[in-house]
T-cell receptor, first 115, second 111 residues
Framework: ETGVTQTPRHLVMGMTNKKSLKCEQH?????MYWYKQSAKKPLELMFV???????ENNSVPSRFSPECPNSSHLFLHLHTLQPEDSALYLC??????????????FGPGTRLLVL | TQLLEQSPQFLSIQEGENLTVYCNSS?????LQWYRQEPGEGPVLLVT???GGEVKKLKRLTFQFGDARKDSSLHITAAQPGDTGLYLC???????????WGAGTKLIIKP
């Protein structure tokens, strides 16, 4: 138990569906992250939020839309996804909002399959 | 081309054997982290190395940061089935404080 929870754990969706991934951290951290993990590839950083403000968007397609209503919750809204978006989506948090070098605490991930 | 290359990509050995996995780069890092990710879970931090030449031990795991801070190794002595998982290294760039991830080494320890 890392203090970071993600729901759902598994999701299957069609290319025309709209769904949302949810992440909650119980660690009192100030920074939250979304990563995409594909087999045999490095983790891809998608978005970073510091104190609820988005500070990084690594050229992520607009079909992925993040939302951070407060420093404990992070959402990833999905719409009109492509099969190549199938992957494990990981949420993480860290105490220090100023540096990605801080220890990051990960949730268990959402395994997404796009048909 | 990946900035951080991990090798081997996959390793399957018998319980009790020793092994070493590597994390290599041509870039200099201010620090380097090792994570282990078990099936169905997210990565969990094992150790952070900061100083060139630094060696850290975590029970049967020994982590070393290269003198030039461009590479790192993880050595496991007498591997146990509980060591099974995906081992990821992640380095913090000196120049822009960005965290760079390797693709991982998938390790299976057979009883």
């Amino acid at each position: 138990e890392t203090g970071v929870t993600q729901t759902p754990r598994h999701l299957v969706m069609g290319m025309t569906n709209k769904k949302s991934l949810k992440c909650e951290q119980h660690l009192g951290h100030n920074a939250m992250y979304w990563y995409k993990q594909s087999a045999k590839k490095p983790l891809e950083l998608m978005f970073v939020y510091n104190f609820k403000e988005q500070t990084e968007n690594n050229s992520v397609p607009s079909r992925f839309s993040p939302e951070c209503p407060n420093s404990s919750h992070l959402f990833l809204h999905l719409h009109t996804l492509q099969p190549e978006d199938s992957a494990l989506y990981l949420c993480a948090s860290s105490q220090d909002p100023s540096g990605l070098g801080e220890t990051q605490y990960f949730g268990p991930g959402t395994r997404l399959l796009v048909l | 081309t990946q900035l951080l290359e991990q090798s081997p990509q996959f390793l399957s050995i018998q319980e009790g054997e020793n092994l070493t996995v590597y994390c290599n780069s041509s870039s200099v890092f201010s620090s380097l982290q090792w994570y282990r990710q078990e099936p169905g879970e997210g990565p969990v931090l094992l150790v952070t190395v900061v100083t060139g030449g630094e060696v850290k031990k975590l029970k049967r795991l020994t982590f070393q940061f290269g003198d030039a801070r461009k590479d790192s190794s993880l050595h496991i002595t007498a591997a146990q089935p509980g060591d099974t998982g995906l081992y990821l290294c992640a380095g913090v760039m000196d120049s822009n404080y960005q965290l760079i991830w390797g693709a991982g080494t998938k390790l299976i320890i057979k009883p």
